[in-house]
Nanobody, 126 residues
Framework: QVQPVESGGGLVQAGGSLRLSCSAS????????VGWFRQAPGKERDFVAA????????YYAASVKGRFTISRDSAKNTVVLQMNSLKPEDTAAYYC???????????????????WGQGTQVTVSS
């Protein structure tokens, strides 16, 4: 099994960019869907974006489509979330999750993951 580990995040002004990474901790994301979710204080956890590792297919929440890009670095077994044109409403704790034998679309619709990272904070100031 994989144990996702997030890195990146931080504080940025509105309109800026941040890059989050999710590592498989020495294992491989092969046969997994890997996704990003976020949770703001007092709110439910929301799906952000996901990728089917084997095929590279991606799926995005409507709120981030066109601003965020999910990609993979196969050599490093890492999934990257590039976040551009950030807005204050993007402020949240961001979590990486992996779900075996799933697809990006399925992960986005079900908002389910088998293995979760500890999360990394993203704060966008206005």
């Amino acid at each position: 099994q994989v144990q996702p580990v997030e890195s990146g995040g931080g504080l940025v002004q509105a309109g800026g960019s941040l890059r989050l990474s999710c590592s498989a901790s020495g294992r491989t994301f092969s046969n997994y869907a890997v996704g990003w979710f976020r949770q703001a204080p007092g709110k439910e956890r929301d799906f952000v974006a996901a990728m089917t590792w084997n095929s590279g297919h991606t799926y995005y929440a409507a709120s981030v489509k066109g601003r965020f890009t999910i990609s993979r670095d196969s050599a490093k077994n890492t999934v990257v979330l590039q976040m551009n044109s950030l807005k204050p409403e993007d402020t949240a704790a961001y979590y990486c999750a992996a779900r075996k034998y799933s697809t990006a679309h399925s992960m986005g619709v079900s908002e389910a993951g088998d293995y979760w990272g500890q999360g990394t904070q993203v704060t966008v100031s206005s």
